[in-house]
């Protein structure tokens, strides 16, 4: 049955419409800086176009008594409204611009709340989104076939199945391991499969590849084969996962940034930086207060939707605007978690981007940030290979100059940390309940 649907999977998402799409983010890859910010600003306009269409935008514009262009100037564009997943889900009918047709894909989004929201995707949006991260694979020698060992979160085999926790998708040529088996008791099954299908390339989850990495040090497990490349995406990539991934496997893992939603894609290059796929999608970073950014995006591919400047929910600290080693693409300092993990001081303040006190401690295999109604905070975290207690007071100095002395901080050492039914991990979940 996986190789049935990796078949299903395989002829949509590398079909003829993926490789025109794959040979054409090639191709701008050789093109100057100013050549692609031309080409995005053409793409910007054609999007401002389309998104007129659609009732929400021409209501707007109409109480305005004004048309889409009035808003090509960037300025004049920077004054639309910022579009959240809250609006979508209230009326999603106003931002569609035309009936939905039967080739039409609804893709469904859990988000961080739990609640689901189904958008319509017209259908050259999936093979483009493809193609613009094989873009970021092939850069880093990923061909398209090499066998891959993925740790993604669908569910491959059933929660109470005790042994051979992954399942073979011969059409895609992956071993589809299940990141919801993953223990000290399992872990030597999954090293078995991978020294007996010796994949080059391990992609998925980092929660999942970390926490399979952190097993794998416990029991002392050994790979009979090197692994040449890690790749990372679905969530935001924290320092201590990086950290074991690549002392397991012995690769710098490299992580891009993408959503359903198909609004904005940020891929790490062979130089180590993170640049924007300017050529993917219209992306602005909107201030949001301690050096933090939201990730704001307007997609050039979706003809189903009118969408301009839809929130992501998530947070960047940018490095640079301009071109850095000679390749295009705005340079992102760090991903930094989402706008809604944040904890909220005593006198009402709240603080986001708190994975930067955690960036210089070393030797965990997990952390997580609880606050509980009292608004205290405890560290739930999970000592790695090599860690020692004294670790922890460098952690809390760096913590107290991110939130400050008036709330208090505990330490709590745990087996494990709390996930999403997704096997994803937030940063930080509260139970505090500001007045």
Known sequence: MVSAR?????????????????????????????????YREQKRIEALER????????????????????????????TLPIITRADLAANLEAFCRRPRLRSDKIETTSGTTGTSLSLPLSTNVEPDQWAVWWRYRNRHGVEIGKRCALFASFPVVPRAQDSRPYRMNFAGNEIRFSIFHISDATVSDYVRALNRYKPKWVHGNPTAIAMFCHHFLSVGARLDY???????????????????????????????????????????GTDGLLRVDEDFSYVEFVPEGDDAHMIVGTPFSNNALGLLRYSTGDLARTASMELQGGRWG??????????????????????????????????????QIYQGLDGSLTVRYVPGAGWNDDMVRPLEKRLRARVGSEIAISFEKRQDIEKTARGKAKLVISDCRPA
Do not use: C
Not at 8 to 24: D, M, S, T, V
Not at 68 to 73: A, G, L, P, Q, Y
């Open 6 to 38: 990796g078949y299903q999977l395989n002829r949509h998402r590398r079909g003829a419409e993926f490789r025109q799409a794959l040979a054409e983010y090639r191709e701008r890859d050789t093109w100057s800086h100013d050549r692609i910010i031309a």
């Open 51 to 78: 998104a007129s269409e659609a009732p929400f935008y021409r209501d707007f514009f109409k109480r305005l008594s004004a048309n889409w262009r009035d808003f090509i100037d960037l300025k004049a564009f920077e």
């Open 226 to 268: 090197a692994v040449e490349h890690v790749t990372v995406g679905s969530e935001n990539f924290l320092p201590w996962q990086r950290a074991v991934i690549a002392k397991v496997f012995g690769v710098t893992p490299r992580q891009h940034y993408g959503l359903a939603e198909a609004v904005a894609n940020i891929s790490e």
């Open 330 to 367: 705005r340079v992102i300092e760090q991903l930094d978690g989402r706008l809604t993990d944040y904890i909220v001081l005593p006198g009402g303040r709240r603080v986001a981007s708190l994975a930067g006190p955690f960036h210089a401690t070393t030797n965990l295999a997990a952390a």
